[in-house]
């Protein structure tokens, strides 16, 4: 059954999963800051709205797709006073979970469900449909939002309440810098003793020591490829994010903060486009420092 | 062809190595330091040596796995008077890269091929041959070995000059623990926010964020069970021996450094014999303090 969608944020990400929506037969209509973005979709015959406002008030199911906290916070105070009962809201941004936690309530109050749903995999995956898609909020909405959320991704996973979807997303981030500086000082090390760093790499990689971090971007790391598959901007903001939440909590993660840290050098060294295993050039640099 | 083999050090890991070179048929000498420990191989046909000079000098390979650098020392200056050209010392002991070194230097002094050798794989590894061995040193006398090596392990790889057997397990056990340290801190901030994290690691840990350390002891971690596959007073030795191989380079890894202290403060809770895993009870007590 066609439904009316709203989709705000046609970015890298947004654009092809909006797309994916139309493709299935949905009416949809779309905002996007920049509206140039927006060309291909309205030749498909989605609509254009002038504002997220406008977007959400017509719809039963409202996708966004926008980068930090604040854009959210922004689209949400705009959607709230014509947010009804029924109507569900599906966040792939990655943002708090804290501010998440708010928004769901604000949303809540008016019968509405606010999921969040932050996605993993990256523009490949958005065009593919492969995303990884994890989710917070009601179970029965996150239901009802499943057969849409399959058109999106391939592992699609409930994590629990409100928030849940952010914090395993940032979960997720924690895993993957820090396995990241694992790959980068082992790497490191090797170079300054003269191994030979991809001959180290098989020895090791297929046992306890091994990673999708190490396999995937050690050969990148050793090669100075520092093409980005994940960017140090996004890698940081995300980073940010999980900093915190932990400060929040009133949690303290040492090797977080270190990672964080290099990134920020990483960041100084006008590195932000580049992707996250250029890191390994940080840690080289630092250890003979 | 049968040859002469001694074998010296017959712990968790040495004796049955020494097994499986009995078992194919070899003429084998032992000594170790509690002589009882050699009562299976000498009722199996081996013979007993009152010390690893009086082993050593009857035999062609000599087999070396003891705990440290300065048991392996002791043995080497005990072997070194007898020491002959065409001799092969096959050192499986995990200890100093630069002492390495400097023995394969006195060894070679006299014509004999000194290889370290060190092993992963635990003591499953040990009784199955299915080690990993990482070897250093002259690649003839590696290949002289070759036929011992197979009876012992499964992945057996030549890692360049002296000494870069020793390194190659170094960089593993940099990789093992701080990826481990990133499986411990990824799992205290899921369980400090109530996540299920048993659903979390299936969430991620297929992906990205993925690693043998986050599959294999991240489910114990969440269960307390701190078993020990490989012992924390163990991995720390290792991490010693990496920090001081970084001090006399002149290079320093931070979340080494953070991961040896660390596991520092599991020693001084008592848990020397524990799994690394436990290593997760440290970070989440640590988070909160």
Same mark, same amino acid.
């Given at each position: 059954?066609?439904?009316? =969608?709203?989709?705000?944020?046609?970015?890298?990400?947004g654009?092809? #999963?909006?797309?994916?929506?139309?493709a299935?037969?949905?009416s949809?209509?779309?905002?996007?800051?920049?509206?140039?973005?927006?060309?291909?979709? !309205?030749?498909?015959?989605?609509k254009?709205?002038?504002?997220?406002?406008?977007?959400?008030?017509?719809?039963?199911?409202?996708?966004?797709?926008?980068?930090?906290?604040?854009?959210?916070?922004?689209?949400?105070?705009?959607?709230?006073?014509?947010?009804?009962?029924?109507?569900?809201i =599906?966040?792939h941004? @990655?943002?708090?979970?804290?501010?998440?936690?708010?928004?769901a309530?604000?949303?809540?109050?008016?019968?509405?469900?606010?999921?969040?749903?932050?996605?993993?995999?990256?523009?490949v995956?958005?065009?593919?449909?492969?995303? $990884?898609?994890?989710?917070?909020?009601?179970?029965?909405?996150?239901?009802t939002?499943?057969?849409?959320l399959?058109?999106?991704?391939?592992?699609?996973?409930?994590?629990?309440p409100?928030g849940?979807?952010?914090? @395993?997303k !940032?979960?997720n981030?924690?895993?993957?810098s820090?396995?990241?500086l694992a790959?980068?000082?082992?790497?490191?090390?090797?170079?300054? /003793?003269?191994?030979?760093?991809?001959?180290?790499?098989?020895?090791?990689?297929g046992g306890?020591?091994?990673?999708?971090?190490? $396999?995937? !971007?050690g050969?990148? #790391?050793?090669a100075?490829? /520092?093409r980005?598959?994940?960017?140090?901007?996004?890698?940081q903001?995300?980073?940010?994010?999980a900093?915190?939440?932990?400060?929040?909590?009133?949690?303290?993660?040492?090797?977080?903060?270190?990672?964080?840290g290099?990134f920020?050098?990483?960041?100084?060294?006008?590195?932000?486009?580049?992707?996250?295993?250029?890191?390994?050039? =940080?840690v080289?640099?630092?250890?003979?420092?």
């Amino acid at each position: 059954m066609a439904s009316r =969608i709203a989709f705000i944020g046609l970015g890298i990400m947004g654009g092809p #999963m909006a797309g994916h929506l139309l493709a299935a037969g949905h009416s949809l209509i779309v905002h996007t800051r920049t509206q140039s973005r927006a060309a291909d979709l !309205l030749s498909r015959g989605a609509k254009w709205a002038d504002s997220p406002a406008e977007a959400a008030k017509q719809a039963d199911f409202v996708f966004i797709c926008v980068p930090d906290t604040p854009d959210v916070q922004a689209v949400a105070n705009a959607m709230l006073p014509a947010a009804r009962a029924g109507q569900i809201i =599906i966040d792939h941004s @990655t943002i708090s979970p804290s501010a998440t936690q708010k928004m769901a309530k604000q949303f809540a109050s008016r019968g509405a469900h606010w999921l969040d749903a932050p996605i993993s995999g990256g523009d490949v995956g958005a065009r593919n449909a492969t995303l $990884s898609i994890m989710v917070g909020g009601d179970e029965a909405a996150f239901k009802t939002a499943m057969p849409f959320l399959e058109k999106l991704g391939k592992t699609i996973t409930w994590c629990g309440p409100s928030g849940s979807g952010q914090l @395993t997303k !940032l979960v997720n981030q924690i895993l993957v810098s820090v396995t990241n500086l694992a790959a980068c000082e082992a790497l490191t090390f090797a170079r300054a /003793f003269g191994l030979e760093p991809q001959k180290t790499i098989a020895a090791v990689g297929g046992g306890a020591a091994g990673s999708w971090q190490l $396999s995937n !971007l050690g050969p990148k #790391m050793l090669a100075g490829d /520092f093409r980005p598959g994940f960017m140090i901007k996004l890698q940081q903001k995300d980073l940010r994010l999980a900093l915190q939440a932990c400060k929040e909590r009133g949690i303290r993660l040492e090797a977080l903060n270190l990672v964080h840290g290099l990134f920020d050098r990483a960041l100084e060294e006008g590195r932000a486009d580049e992707g996250t295993q250029a890191l390994f050039a =940080i840690v080289e640099k630092n250890a003979k420092s």
